[in-house]
């Protein structure tokens, strides 16, 4: 076997769970595995062990492979930065900025840094297990696409399309991506999974017959929704809920418009003692909140003016008025300060932005980006924390004598008089269990959870979960 591909009828069908649970499903087999996908669209990125970035949903089903997360596992991430215009990073570093009518331009350079990188996998593994992207029903899309059909043509990959029924219309679907589908396309595809279905399987017994005949295509199972899906981090904004079934301390998070590594959530989400709420636009910072966290941002003084247009500059003040602690990470932190300078225009018009002033540093971006794993010591408890920098700018000012961490004896961050204002550019700092219950206990919480342990055995049960309903000795039969 070599290499199976999982196509959508949509974006947000499943894809990316599919692939995590199957390749944890093959390597419990004893098989050496590795995810791959060709072409991503996130801002929540992970850094891997040679400075580069790949999507973070890769970085997960790295981890299902039990393996270290590789720039060749996501050859193409797209990082959206406006409406119409994405960072294009290749084989883990940035090549370019350009406006989604000029990518079409890029796309057949890219494909060769594709299959590159997923022949180096292809020649390490046993078999690799590759997501597509969106759906190849966007046949408007299908010339010089690297990202589902074009690529398995050009690797020769045989196809699983993924329909979700929660959504509803999952036989239109796929009957549907079948009929627009040009007929070499359509000979890739070697079958379907319907995901995510609620209830008793068996009363769409009817509705899949349907899909096998109307298709020719055989099913591989009907997989009913996973309920320990919200213990895996999510690579997708839209995947974040609105609020955490938690406990009685509460922690607001800013639904940035162009939010950015926002995994930092995923650990507090799972504490028993917290709720974490995340506020969306047009609602206030809820005035019972412990701890306010403004998070990464792709677009750091777009979403400074976004910030301020929803009214929660106003909040914060109050917030901290009334001793309400703030942390911003990343964009977040340098938000914090008292201005952000972009004088060569990197993530938009050139010019200075008056930051909201909780902090006295002032930040400068500059086009060198920080691409790095870290090890860091929290300040203020003295533990142990294991995080990673993705950001371009530097910051620096008084409140950086007080530094909210060090990396080998370097202050990082900031910290108000006061210790109640922190900002620092470390990301993944909460999946340190040790670290996120030190932190936690300033505002009263007990942590009580184990984070990493709690992902592996969701991977685990989600491997089993697909063992139980999917035909997967079938499924990785197919692999050539």
């Not at 996998?121 to 590759?130: F, G, I, M, T």
């Not at 050009?154 to 699983?160: E, L, Q, R």
């Not at 959504?167 to 991506?177: D, N």
């Not at 005949?213 to 009913?224: D, E, I, M, N, S």
Request: glycine share 12%.
């Amino acid at each position: 076997m070599t290499a199976l591909m999982i196509q959508g009828t949509g974006s947000n069908v499943g894809k990316s769970l599919l692939v995590a649970g199957l390749c944890r499903a093959a390597r419990r087999r004893g098989l050496s595995v590795a995810p791959f996908k060709p072409q991503n669209m996130s801002n929540n990125a992970a850094v891997t062990a040679d400075g580069g970035e790949i999507g973070r949903a890769q970085a997960l089903q790295a981890l299902a492979c039990g393996l270290d997360p590789q720039c060749d596992m996501n050859p193409v991430l797209l990082k959206p930065e406006t409406d119409t215009g994405a960072q294009v990073i290749v084989q883990g570093k940035r090549l370019t900025t350009v406006r989604a009518r000029d990518y079409l331009a890029l796309k057949p350079q890219l494909l060769a840094a594709v299959l590159e990188s997923f022949q180096r996998l292809k020649a390490r593994h046993d078999l690799v297990v590759v997501e597509g992207a969106g759906s190849p029903a966007e046949v408007n899309l299908r010339r010089g696409d690297i990202a589902n059909m074009g690529f398995a043509r050009a690797a020769d990959v045989p196809v699983i399309l993924a329909g979700d029924i929660d959504r509803g219309g999952v036989i239109a679907q796929i009957v549907g991506t079948r009929a627009v589908l040009d007929p070499a396309d359509e000979a890739l595809v070697a079958g379907f999974i319907v995901n995510k279905f609620r209830g008793d399987p068996s009363l769409f017994d009817e509705g899949y017959r349907l899909i096998e005949a109307r298709t020719g295509w055989p099913g591989f199972g009907v997989l009913p929704h996973f309920p320990d899906a919200a213990k895996l981090p999510a690579e997708d904004a839209l995947d974040l809920g609105r609020e955490s079934s938690g406990g009685p301390v509460r922690i607001a998070c800013l639904a940035l418009s162009r939010i950015a590594n926002f995994d930092d959530l995923d650990p507090l989400a799972q504490e028993p003692g917290v709720t974490l709420t995340m506020v969306r636009p047009g609602e206030p910072i809820p005035g019972d909140a412990a701890l306010v966290i403004l998070p990464g941002s792709k677009s750091t003084r777009g979403d400074l003016a976004f910030l301020r247009a929803q009214g929660w500059d106003i909040d914060l003040a109050a917030h901290v008025r009334r001793g309400g602690h703030v942390l911003g990470i990343c964009g977040g932190y340098q938000m914090l300060g008292r201005r952000i300078a972009d004088p060569e225009g990197i993530e938009g018009e050139a010019g200075v932005t008056e930051g909201l002033g909780f902090l006295d540093v002032e930040t400068v971006m500059t086009p060198k980006k920080t691409l790095t794993r870290v090890d860091a010591i929290h300040a203020a408890s003295g533990s142990a924390l294991r995080g990673y920098e993705i950001h371009i700018g530097c910051s620096d000012g008084p409140d950086r004598a007080r530094p909210f961490a060090r990396v080998g004896g370097v202050p990082e961050g900031a910290v108000s008089p006061d210790g109640r204002i922190e900002g620092s550019y470390l990301h993944g700092m909460f999946a340190e269990d040790g670290f996120r219950a030190a932190y936690l206990a300033r505002i009263g919480v007990s942590s009580s959870a184990g984070y990493g342990a709690g992902v592996e055995t969701a991977l685990d049960a989600l491997a089993e979960h697909m063992e139980r309903h999917l035909d997967i000795d079938g499924l990785l039969a197919l692999a050539r």
